[in-house]
């Protein structure tokens, strides 16, 4: 058995990592390298992006672009593997952008390829010798999974991205202590290696904070990702408690009724279901604008609103018609709107301005947090990936684990 890490051992996103077992390949991961970032490019990996693939398979974490977003490069007989809901909510995102044409391959690759296949949380599948089970983490993609993978007599832990203070967090002991257990290795995410002191705020407290904010503010404008679907749900359900209306587009909308009538395990809580008597309102595009008008507008004026806005300027010019004195927030990475950052979103920073509340929360888990999930696994050795700086992680984990710090291309014989 060798492990190879093919990209993500010094940077963080663009992870390609390859478990080989008597020429079998198990791929995990294909995405996008982040800004600011060497970008590397294409890669050339046997049994992945050309040569034999019958003995070779990738599985996908997430949906997030720096995990998912060059699989349309692949050729099309490569067997991917990916989360029901994960997949829906790929194909959702792509067709809102179908102007792009690696979307427009990603609806296909998605929708119609025979060799795209859709996995379940907590059911276990084999691939060749692989067995392989994925597990549901908290992270801010909904439904990000880790992957347990046995082959013989040894077993892996493949992370993904996740952290421990998130809405689902609380089941996380449960789910390692159940459903991985001990291991012998560990290939595992360490984004926030360098603020190992840092405790992030909890979705919940963050939901707390909202509410108090939507209370003492009439108009409340809030920019996200439209596919943080805890994020939305959050938004959504601190409105109701605040008492205010919620208002998102027909896509965001959309995407949080693709949640709602999903098979996931998480949506059976009320927490991911439209309330019947407080059904968000539905904006509507007439003639390429947004329009706020008759009963709506007699209704924002006498009521609290929270407004789920995307920077363009159809919202621009919406929300200068919203009535009330208007709150605006950023619940997003704040680094997409830091000038000179290498994702710097000049769109974005223009339609916040500078007078907003930055609230959000990291989706990756802090470094005191990740040791607690070592105690658990109690793996023989560790390999950092998705980091900017695994010299770090050795220092901080080393007293305790074989830590195992690769660059990019090199293996690891199990």
Known sequence: MKITIHRGTHQIGGCVTEYDHEGWRLFVDYGEELPGNPNTGDLLIEGLTHGN????????????????????????????????????????????????????????????????VSFEAGKAFSFGPFN????????????????????????????????????RSKKHSLLFNKLVGKVDYV???????????????????????????????????????????DRLFSLYNA?????????????????????CESNSVWTKSKY?????ESMPIELKCYKGKLKVYGKFEWLLKHKGYVLLARASSRFDNLIKLMPGKKKKYLSMWNGYVVEGNPAYNERLAQSLGKDYKYMHTSGHCDMISLRKVLEILQPKMVIPIHT?????????????????????????EC
């Not at 999974?145 to 421990?164: L, Q």
Request: with cysteine; proline share 3%; aromatic share 10%.
């Open 53 to 116: 693939l019958s003995k070779s398979a990738l599985l996908i974490t997430h949906y997030h672009g720096d995990h998912i977003g060059r699989i349309t490069r692949l050729p099309k007989e490569l067997p991917i593997y990916i989360s029901s809901i994960g997949r829906a909510i790929q194909i959702h995102l792509s067709k809102q952008i179908k102007r792009n044409d690696d979307h427009k391959k990603m609806v296909e690759r998605l929708s119609t390829n025979p060799y795209t």
């Open 132 to 167: 392989v089970l994925p597990i549901t983490l908290d992270h801010s993609a909904f439904e990000a999974n880790a992957f347990r993978i046995e082959v013989g007599s040894k077993s892996f832990f493949h992370t993904g991205d996740f952290r421990t203070h998130g809405f």
């Open 187 to 229: 290939v595992c995410e360490a984004t926030n290696v360098m603020r190992q002191n840092t405790t992030n705020l909890s979705e919940q407290g963050l939901h707390q904070q909202f509410i108090e904010s939507f209370k003492e503010n009439h108009g409340n404008i809030v920019y996200v990702s439209s596919t943080n679907i």
């Open 239 to 259: 409105a109701i408690e605040a008492n205010c209306i919620f208002i998102v587009d027909e896509y965001q909308k959309s995407m949080m009724e693709l949640v």
């Open 272 to 276: 991911y279901n439209f309330k019947p």
């Open 388 to 412: 900017d700086n695994p010299e770090e992680f050795e220092k901080q984990f080393g007293d305790k684990w074989s830590v195992k710090v690769l660059n990019d291309g090199e293996s690891i």
